[in-house]
């Protein structure tokens, strides 16, 4: 602010203006006759050499043409439209010519072709002199990245008709182009009007009056300097063109004669040696007929001294036009250069650099006042910490001292504040913010930057941060501090002010900045004092004392602004970020730290605050001038007080002044009367704006009266201060100040907090995105939200209804420097008073605001307000305070459990969800219990989208909690919080019998009302419920055996056996946990349900459980029964799908069937068996081996089936059990080696599966099947044919030789020998392994069941001996026929299985060599008997030789001979058979010889 101006009014932003998306239109290229001018050199006015920018008014109502040309992108102009009306547009256009422009621009209304489609001209000019006439359509019909269609403009290049000479001025208006040039000349083109080589296109304006010619007709007469600016001014209907010469000369030509009619000098009433650089005009003042003139001066010399000429020029329009000088005065500025200068009839404003100042204009110039208005770059500043580097440090301070206990929390908290400062409407800017971040670099494209909501932000910014501490040395402090001083140096670069505008429909003063546009308003009274120090107490004096003299409150708010000059600003920043901090921070914390601050300074942390600053000595000497400022400060105040003291003659009149000040920062109340709603508007921004101005210097101001009145309490021994003025300050004063400290703190909380973005998962939200129903204001409104320039005020904006005062401008237009104070005033006492000012306190008012952010979902913000307000209220010391009668307590516990609840559902998760949870929960127990809690609570609205609390009459309080806490149960249980649900539906079932025991006592009953086992049944399944669905299943049990209602405990408990079953934690109800006693047969029964109809592959196996359930009780014939049915499920699942997992399948059958064993095992033997499955379970179907042995020869398998039917109808027993589980075993062996078998119970069907097993070298199980199944007769039947397979499948083919065992274990034969001697038929190798592996099988098998049946050796040796004649009998078959005659001695008899039976073998099938070999072996045994077995040999012969088979191998043995093969070997053989008998008669002879003698 200069010195000697007051200050007057500030700059408001309108927010949401940084965020434009830019239309590219890209303007053809000039004709090849321009290019040639370009080409020839001759100069016109260069390209701008600082940003320019205009704005044109057009309309009623007004459309405001804002233009800007950049200096750095001198070939590109900006178009922006605004309506006061309407919202800021999202988008404007920026054409791109194909040169740089000179720094001019023409927007007018378009009433050449008065079409609409065109409603707007615009006139440039390039550097080249080349001018284009542009037709402007409106701004959605543009398409981005486009050419500008080449006949929708005109292009004129003026070096054709100016004779070459360069162009120094240029203006325009409507279908006129108006050039000057450096020889003073001035040429007026007929653009758009008429074509170019019409007659009267072009037209001179000489110095000759009335004679008007064609340009280049005649001579030019008196030389001029060149026109250095000009302007076209329209009065009374008229045009006329001001021209200003460089050598300060004015001219003013008619352009409806093109005649001049005014010529003056104005170099000798300014500056000597000036040159004149820049001429403006006013709106005429009627009563005087003058237009005011100003004229920008520069010296000559020294450029930087500037001075503005102003001039009133009074004209005449009675007989003839004529214009003279009247008056004139100069305005020398002192600092800053002039941007721009716009003029009203009576004022004159002046841009500078740093400023705007504003005189009115007066007949008497000594008694012009300057006035100052503060500009937005100050007021950043501010809020950055840019002004002085000890406020940034001493919120570092305070917060160690604040924080002492809690280390952690310092960071944060001082990261909170600069982060909010950052993001505060007027102070954001979003080009500025991405121009900071990218020089962190952070790698963010523009389009995803835009797109970026509050809390995204938010992030980016910190992690910028964090970004910076882990890379530099830096504290995180320094950090912030840092890149505050780097935003701020982008937003003065990036925001630089360019240009003026004024309607001068409604004297709205607006300023154009590089990249944003703002107004400027008026001051409220106690901001001119505050800013100005009080030095003006003018529209306070009625407040005060009227004996007081005026030096006591001018002392008095001296001594409070230097006090807070000190800590005030920080504090106050420190308490309103506490306010939102979890857990909040009073402000009698607050204040006490800052007293003890003042009394013993920083205290020892306060090193730790510049820990960053490199070398000691500059912390120390940092530390040692804060203890001397708080000294000094302590001194000065001690001074101050005791002066003051001295003029006010008692504390008491001062405290009156102090009341009267505090009763000047209470919000004024207003009266509005109309219901109509606003519209979201370019005012509305720039209330809401402005609103926070406002109300952060009201703030402030009680914050600093706050501290000085604790300071008064704190000193007050010194000052003299008796008791009864300290206690009205504690009683009165302070109360009325933090009164009205949280009244202006909510004010600002809503006018800086950006509004939280809608819920994306909402369906109703997705089908307005779709806009199937066209509601585009709704869906621009949601897209608006969350953004950081959409606070939550301009949702309370669109709510407040707009003011009927005759003062008040229409919403088409701009408002002025006192209309945006006069609708804030009526805004502010919206809030805080409601719409007829008659809500005593905000405590009320505060839930009417919270349906409003109800309504449109804002529920963080609610739970901030209504937090807010209970903090507040808590401070209040009376019982009646906390409760009001009219149940307003309720409502707000009511309102913010439901906010909390709301933000649940938005998508919170972990610890700060169960936070939230449990407050709701917190809330919702408190609100039935205020005083009118039903009526109030049942009384709200229902459009704010709360569930309806509809619960007609209540006949107590009992049944009043009932039903609020069934409906709390309900919402919880609608945002699926079951801890929540489960709480109230258990508080519920606390009033039930209270609730229906007094409504029975006063007969209030229904034959409809529903009966308390009803009402606890449903409250004790929705504990269940809740209880269940959380894990708790013990809980759940409980809820279960609790319940009253038989009916709803059954319904739950399937219900609880099927989750446990889902959840995999089944096997709880075999923990012996859970009491079942009288359920555990429901239990039972329901499991066995659930069994039945569950997938039997599913996990956890459900008759598994029911095993184990029933093992735990000791039911071991139930438990066999599960099993048994478990296992018949899988086999009939098995043959109904095609599993590919059957092994495993029948493994699972095995492992059941074993338990079912083992558990009947368990059992005394008299009841050992289970009960068959029941009938229709597809299980009676299925045929099993008969349980008893069958004595008969022959199996009959068909009244073996017929038994086994007849046995199903009565029992399974053990041993039932034990078939099923060997054949079972045998299909799972099957299954290894890929044979599906499945037992059919038909006839031969276990021979077929006997066989089967061999085949697939399963013999074991084999011979297990037959030993299990067959008896008698029966099994040696099967054993003959199972060893005669296993024995076919030794042999080998015909055309082989002889496998030869590898012990030589095979008696050797001819065709064995020819094998080896070099037959050509050879072995094949491959096929050795498991031939081998037949003939061991076949030795360990015969080996094992020889004793089951004797003949086996006979049945293997002629099975093998059938299949291949001539094979070698391995030498362990042969010994098993040699085994008897060992034990008996007696010859060639004995068992089955003898020598004998192989002779006779040997000689049925040609092996006669085999059997004379055996014969002979045989009779040098018996020959070789010792002496005492003789009685032995006397037995009969013919019972145990062979005579027979003996003659039959001496006639085969002939006949050979007889036919000629083999004669020397069979002649050979027959003789040793007839010596051998011959012996062997005569040794019986002998023996029986000698038996007579001994008989005798």
């Known amino acids: 602010m200069g010195s000697g101006s007051t200050l007057a009014g500030k700059e408001v932003p309108i927010i ?423 020089e962190y670099k952070k790698q963010l494209v523009e389009s995803e930057f835009q797109a970026l909501t509050s809390d995204g932000l938010k992030k980016e910014i910190l992690s910028a941060i964090e970004h910076e501490v882990g890379t530099e040395k830096m504290s995180i402090f320094q950090c912030w501090k840092y890149f505050c001083t780097r935003y701020f140096h982008n937003w003065c670069k990036i925001n630089a002010s360019c240009g003026l505008f004024i309607d001068y429909s409604t004297d709205a003063v607006g300023l154009i900045r590089k990249s944003s546009v703002s107004l400027f308003r008026s001051l409220e009274d106690i901001e001119r004092i505050i800013e100005e120090g009080g030095g003006d107490l003018t529209g306070l004096v009625d407040l005060f004392d009227n004996d007081l003299e005026h030096e006591v409150p001018m002392e008095l708010f001296r001594c409070v602004s230097s006090f807070s000059q000190q800590l005030g600003k920080t504090a106050s920043s420190i308490f309103y970020e506490s306010l939102l901090s979890s857990p909040a921070i009073s402000s009698e914390d607050i204040i006490h730290c800052i007293m003890k601050i003042l009394e013993t300074g920083y205290g020892s942390l306060a090193p730790a605050v510049h820990a960053s600053i490199p070398g000691n000595d500059i912390v120390l000497e940092k530390e040692l001038a804060d203890r001397r400022n708080l000294r000094r400060l302590s001194i000065d105040m001690f001074l101050s007080l005791q002066g003051l003291y001295k003029k006010a003659a008692s504390w008491g009149r001062i405290l009156n002044v102090i009341e009267g000040f505090l009763k000047f920062l209470v919000p004024h109340k207003t009266v509005n009367n109309s219901d109509s709603e606003k519209s979201s508007n370019v005012n509305s921004s720039v209330v809401v704006h402005a609103t926070y101005q406002i109300a952060n210097v009201m703030f402030e101001s009680a914050w600093d009266f706050l501290l000085f009145l604790s300071y008064l309490v704190d000193i007050s021994g010194q000052i003299h201060m008796s008791h009864h003025d300290i206690t009205r300050i504690q009683i009165e004063l302070i109360p009325m100040l933090q009164e009205t400290i949280f009244e202006w703190l909510v004010i600002i909380f809503f006018a800086i907090t950006p509004s939280a973005p809608p819920v994306i998962e909402d369906f109703n939200y997705k089908l307005s995105s779709l806009q199937i129903d066209n509601n585009m204001g709704k869906r621009s409104w949601n897209d608006k939200l969350g953004r950081c320039d959409s606070t939550l005020a301009f949702i309370f904006f669109l709510n407040a209804s707009s003011s009927k005062d005759g003062n008040q401008l229409p919403s088409e237009y701009f408002s002025n420097v006192q209309g945006i104070v006069v609708k804030v005033r009526d805004f502010v006492s919206w809030i805080i008073y409601g719409q007829t000012g008659g809500i005593s306190t905000f405590l009320s008012r505060s839930i009417d605001l919270s349906f409003i952010l109800f309504k449109h979902g804002q529920y963080g913000a609610a739970e901030q307000l209504l937090m807010m307000a209970e903090a507040h209220l808590q401070k209040e010391k009376t019982s009646q305070s906390i409760q009001e009668a009219d149940g307003g307590w309720c409502i707000r516990q009511h309102l913010l459990g439901c906010a909390l609840l709301a933000q649940v559902q938005c998508g919170l998760h972990g610890t700060l969800k169960e936070k939230k949870v449990s407050d709701a929960v917190r809330c919702f127990f408190r609100s039935p219990y205020g005083n009118g809690a039903s009526e109030a609570l049942q009384s709200l609205p229902h459009d704010i989208g709360l569930p309806c609390l509809n619960f007609g009459g209540c006949a107590s309080t009992a049944e009043w909690k009932l039903y609020y806490y069934q409906w709390a149960m309900q919402l919880f249980e609608q945002y699926n919080i079951n801890e929540g649900a489960c709480q109230f539906a258990l508080a519920a079932l606390e009033q039930v019998d209270e609730a229906l025991c007094i409504k029975d006592e006063t007969h209030m009953t229904d034959s409809t009302d529903e009966s308390a086992t009803v009402i606890k049944g449903r409250l004790w399944s929705n504990v269940f419920k809740f209880a269940l669905d959380l894990g708790r299943y013990f809980d759940a049990y409980c809820a279960i055996i609790s319940n009253p209602d038989e009916e709803s405990k059954y319904i739950c408990l399937r219900r609880f056996v099927i989750v446990l079953y889902e959840q995999g934690a089944i096997k709880i109800l075999c923990s012996n946990k859970l009491p079942l006693a009288g359920l555990m047969e429901k239990v039972e029964q329901e499991l066995a349900w659930k069994a039945e109809r569950s997938d039997i592959s599913a996990k956890p196996n459900l008759y598994k459980l029911l095993y184990t359930f029933q093992m735990h009780q000791h039911n071991w014939r139930r438990a066999a029964n599960y099993m048994y049915l478990y296992s018949a499920r899988l086999k009939t699942e098995v043959s109904l799908k095609d599993y590919q997992g059957s092994s495993l399948i029948l493994q699972e059958r095995l492992n059941a069937l074993s338990a079912a064993i083992n558990a009947l095992h368990l059992v005394h033997p008299a009841h050992a068996w289970i009960d068959p499955p029941a009938e229709g379970s597809g299980l009676m179907s299925e045929q099993y081996p008969s349980k008893k042995a069958r004595r008969t020869v022959d199996i009959d398998l068909s009244a073996e089936s017929d038994a086994e039917h007849q046995c199903w109808t009565s029992s399974i027993d053990i041993e039932k059990l034990e078939h099923e589980f060997v054949l079972t075993s045998a299909e799972y062996m099957l299954s290894l080696v890929n044979v599906k078998w499945t037992y059919t119970g038909k006839e031969g069907a276990l021979s077929d599966l006997a066989d089967l097993l061999v085949q697939n070298n399963l013999c074991d199980m084999a011979f297990t099947i037959l030993l299990r199944f067959f008896k008698g007769s029966g099994l040696k039947r099967e054993l003959e044919r199972v060893f005669a397979s296993i024995s076919l499948r030794c042999c080998l083919d015909k055309v082989e030789s002889t496998w030869i065992e590898p012990h030589s274990n095979l008696l050797t034969s001819s065709k064995l020998e020819m094998v080896v001697h070099g037959s050509p038929r050879t072995v094949s190798t491959t096929a050795q392994p498991d031939r081998n592996s037949h003939w061991a099988t076949l030795e360990l098998y015969l080996g094992k069941y020889c004793e089951f049946h004797g003949r086996l050796p006979v049945i293997v040796a002629e099975t093998l001996l059938r299949a291949d004649a001539q094979i070698d009998l391995p030498r362990w078959l042969v010994q098993l026929f040699k085994e008897g005659q060992r034990e008996k001695m007696w010859g060639m008899a004995g068992r089955e299985s003898n020598p004998a039976s192989l002779f006779q073998l040997y000689v049925n099938y040609g092996r006669f060599t085999e059997a004379t070999n055996l014969l002979l072996e045989f009779l040098e045994s018996f020959a070789s008997m010792r002496p005492a077995d003789i009685i032995r040999r006397k037995k009969p012969f013919a019972v145990w030789f062979p005579y027979t088979t003996i003659e039959r191998l001496l006639y085969q043995l002939e006949e050979l001979i007889k036919a000629g093969h083999m004669v020397d070997q069979c002649d050979k053989l027959k003789k040793m058979l007839h010596g051998s008998l011959h012996n062997h008669l005569k040794l019986l002879k002998e023996d029986s010889n000698d038996a007579i003698s001994v008989a005798c």
């Open 16 to 438: 949401s203006n940084d965020a434009l998306k830019w239309i590219e239109l890209s303007v053809p290229s000039p004709s090849i006759s321009a290019a040639i001018a370009v080409d020839s050199g001759t100069a016109t006015l260069g390209p701008p050499n600082k940003d320019r920018a205009s704005c044109f008014v057009i309309g009623n109502p007004s459309s405001y043409l804002i233009w800007r040309i950049h200096k750095t992108q001198p070939q590109a102009l900006e178009l922006l439209e605004i309506r006061a009306s309407e919202e800021f547009p999202k988008a404007g256009l920026r054409f791109t010519f194909p040169e740089a422009l000179c720094p001019f621009a023409f927007i007018c209304k378009n009433e050449i072709t008065a079409t609409s489609r065109f409603p707007y001209l615009l006139f440039v000019l390039t550097v080249s002199g080349v001018a284009y006439l542009l037709k402007i359509r409106n701004v959605s019909t543009y398409a981005s990245c486009s050419v500008f269609p080449a006949h929708e403009l005109t292009e004129l290049n003026l070096h054709n008709y100016s004779n070459y000479m360069p162009v120094t001025a240029v203006t325009a208006t409507s279908g006129c182009l108006v050039v000057g040039r450096n020889d003073g000349s001035v040429c007026c083109f007929q653009l758009g009007v008429l074509d170019p080589s019409a007659a009267g296109f072009v037209v001179e304006l000489r110095d000759e009056v009335g004679i008007s010619r064609l340009w280049g007709l005649m001579s030019r007469g008196k030389m001029v300097s060149l026109v250095q600016d000009m302007v076209i001014y329209e009065l009374h209907g008229k045009r006329f063109l001001f021209v200003l010469h460089l050598d300060g000369s004015v001219r003013v030509w008619d352009l409806s004669c093109n005649s001049r009619v005014f010529s003056h000098t104005m170099g000798t009433t300014t500056m000597t040696g000036a040159s004149f650089m820049k001429l403006w005009l006013g709106q005429p003042c009627l009563d005087s007929s003058t237009i005011p003139v100003a004229i920008l001066c520069k010296q000559s010399l020294d450029e930087s001294l500037e001075m503005i000429s102003i001039h009133n020029i009074q004209y005449n329009f009675s007989d003839r036009i004529i214009f003279s000088l009247k008056s004139s005065r100069n305005i020398s500025l002192e600092e800053g250069g002039c941007i721009d200068v716009k003029l009203t009839s009576n004022k004159i404003w002046i841009l500078k650099d740093d400023e705007l100042i504003s005189r009115m204009f007066s007949a008497n110039t000594d008694e012009e006042e300057e006035f100052s208005h503060v500009l937005q770059e100050e007021f950043v500043a501010d809020q950055l910490f840019q002004g002085s580097d000890h406020l940034a440090d001493e919120i570092l301070q305070i917060a160690h001292s604040l924080f002492s206990s809690s280390k952690d929390d310092i960071v944060p908290f001082v990261s909170s504040i600069f982060l909010r400062r950052l993001l505060l409407p007027g102070v954001h800017h979003n080009a500025v913010m991405h121009a900071t971040l990218v």
